[in-house]
């Protein structure tokens, strides 16, 4: 029996610790996110905007609009890198979550939001790439080499 509490006593300090793990990096993720999120929320707007531009019908113009997406792209590179650092940051503790996790135990709050930021910052990673990739679509688009002939 004394066996048994021992156990039990190494499973609760185990499940104590990483609570106590979590506890700790809610602070510094919480600092992160609010970067992150504002990152995200100032570039989006401008990027989708500029996707959404008419062509200009002036070629200084249309290489006006050029530089102003690839400004935009590397701004979502900056962003990818900074929300990919965290993810890395937060794999292994994540990874021992993900290890402890118990569908028919009881429900703690502090693992399932680390769970739930993974999940935020891979949806934001998703969509940084998406409009990174809409904005490269656009710059095609107003190249010269797709550029259509002038016909005399």
């Known amino acids: 029996m004394a066996q048994a509490r021992t ?12 609570d106590k793990e979590i506890g700790d990096a809610i602070n510094l993720i919480a600092i992160l996110l609010v970067f992150v ?11 989708a905007s500029l996707i959404d531009e ?12 050029v530089g102003r997406l ?13 929300i990919a650092s965290i993810i890395i940051l937060l794999a292994p503790l994540t990874r021992r979550v993900g290890a402890e996790l118990s569908w028919g135990g009881s429900y703690d709050i502090l693992r399932a939001g680390l769970l739930l930021v993974d999940v935020l910052l891979v949806s934001t990673l998703c969509a940084a790439v998406l409009t990174w990739n809409r904005l490269r679509q656009r710059i095609n ?3 010269p ?6 016909t005399k």
């Open 145 to 150: 080499a797709n550029a259509s002939p002038v």
């Open 141 to 143: 688009e107003l190249s």
């Open 54 to 65: 008419p062509s200009p019908s002036v070629q200084t113009d249309k290489k006006r609009l």
């Open 70 to 82: 690839r400004v935009y792209q590397r701004l979502l590179v900056g962003l990818a890198a900074l």
């Open 37 to 47: 999120f504002a990152y995200f929320s100032a570039v989006w707007p401008q990027a």
């Open 7 to 18: 156990g039990d006593a190494g499973a609760e300090d185990s499940v104590n610790t990483l």
